[in-house]
């Protein structure tokens, strides 16, 4: 009885161990592991903010340009950048030229990508 248990439990082991290889498989076969490894860079990676004017959005390239003091600065966005206007999600569509965003962002491989950008309105002309 006793090498019954012994062998039975030998069995779950091996078991749990090829079903947990075979996953792993897996996720690098659908590149979970690599949107993981991802994740973990972005948190280790140092984020920036830019506070400017939007001078452009292009749709098509998935960028958006502040002017940044008398600099323009072109940042990237996926479909992980989440753009707020008055703290609703908006798409990044509806981001108009001449609002103001701030753009949080990280610098990876020479581009700027945008993490989030916040959209505010114009800011008003005041006439005395």
Request: hydrophobic share 45%; aromatic share 8%.
């Amino acid at each position: 009885m006793n090498k019954l248990v012994i062998i039975i439990i030998t069995i779950l082991i091996v078991f749990i161990l090829s079903s947990f290889s075979i996953y792993l498989v897996h996720l690098r076969q659908c590149g979970v592991a690599r949107k993981i490894n991802d994740a973990a860079e972005n948190v280790m990676e140092e984020w920036s903010t830019a506070d400017g004017e939007v001078r452009n959005v292009d749709a098509r390239g998935k960028t958006i340009t502040l002017i940044v003091g008398d600099q323009p600065l072109t940042f990237f966005l996926d479909e992980g950048t989440a753009v707020t206007r008055s703290g609703e999600v908006i798409e990044s569509s509806a981001i108009k030229v001449g609002a103001r965003a701030t753009v949080r962002y990280i610098q990876r491989s020479g581009n700027k990508k945008a993490g989030s950008i916040a959209v505010y309105p114009p800011a008003a002309v005041q006439v005395f």
